[in-house]
DNA sequence: GGCATTCTTCACGGAATCTTGACGGATCCT
DNA sequence: AGGATCCGTCAAGATTCCGTGAAGAATGCC
């Protein structure tokens, strides 16, 4: 793969690049904002690394610039020092893919990049995300943060089935058609499915992902930060 | 093989880096828990050996969190003081390969760790590992830690099923075709031979490794650090 | 070929979990 | 303010899962 480090600590960077040269990977790296979104720009990347402390340009202002100056849909993994809420939902919010937090083995690092492009390109990713949120389709493992989280059959099916619509919004119908087919159960047991998924996903957190569009249906999503 | 000592009696850390040096491998070291666990995500090791009793973070946490948080499969060898059941299984409960008893011989330590290296590399094709249970494909010997399990034919198909998909979840329809073809068995002899697994398998220790997803199917994985 | 052992299948009661249906109260749009 | 929509809660019903034991089938050993 083709990919662009964008990372200001010198031996980190260096770390980097031999590793993943020599698993095969052709490297470019820049050592601030200015030069790193420059190439970003200017070359095809298959996926983006992008330190957010830099000098010049932070990795936030750099990542959205990428995706709304330059209409670049490339994947970008964020390095972020700390693990806290504010980094994440600040580095979703511009449209990064992935993130990790330092340290970090090597071997993770690749793991994440060839997840990010395998999404990027044709089929569905086996892991879906909307902000800190994640399921993973296959070992149906559902989690938020760092913590792991437990759903019964019909939340979890109706959580994959917003996660996949995420950021549209899906009237009731749909959501009603997709899960029952033509034959919904009389009383909408949809909302009470809809209360336990809340009461695992939202409660116990302190930013909401999931959203009612009242009279319309719902929704889940990042929400804009205040 | 370039291999990391983590330990902090400096008299035993140079007589071990001395040995292994002298036979010809490349050694780091790390004096305490911390800088430990930072050299093993940076960096790229064959195997790591490491002390149980160390200042600033113990070894049984250090392997915890390389494998959960790092996600790292370095093969990690233990050395402990005491030759107690209850070192031995913390050491393999979170994610030790082997151990050694203080006091041993250097001999003794690279012929382990020869062991081990060779064993992690091979492990690819012939033998299927999740956590502490693994199964040969070829000699059919299934252990899980120092114990050798022993199991019916279609228990054990059932196992080596599960364990290559692993840690994907498996509908019960996906397992049934897999193992009977298009026409199984009426009654679901599938739960039986679940159970005669599980007695085997799980029952007798304290981690569980086969999970039932309700209304989907069986998965076999390590459970997530409550 | 006959016998003993092991394995597979089937059947049943009980336990656990999930889904549905119903209700009062809160909230939101007009 | 009024009507529609949405939320939280809970208990009954339905489904799924588990443990167990015994009958039928396959296998291996004299």
Redesign the interface.
Known sequence: MHLLLIEDNQDLAA?ICE?LEARGHVMDAAGDGVTGLHLAVVNTYDAIILDIGLPGMDGFTLCRKLREEAHSRVPVLMLTARDTLQDKLGGFGVGADDYLVK??????LE?RLQALVRRGKGGDGVVLRVGDLSVNV????VRRGEA?LAL??TALKLLILLMRASPRVLPRREIEMAMWGDLPPESDALRTHLHALRAVVDKPFPVKLLHTMHGIGYQIRVPDAA
Chains 1, 2 share one sequence.
Request: net charge negative; charged share 10%.
């Open positions: 770390n590793h340290p970090f083995a090597l071997q993770e793991a296959d070992t149906l493992q792991t019964p059959p």
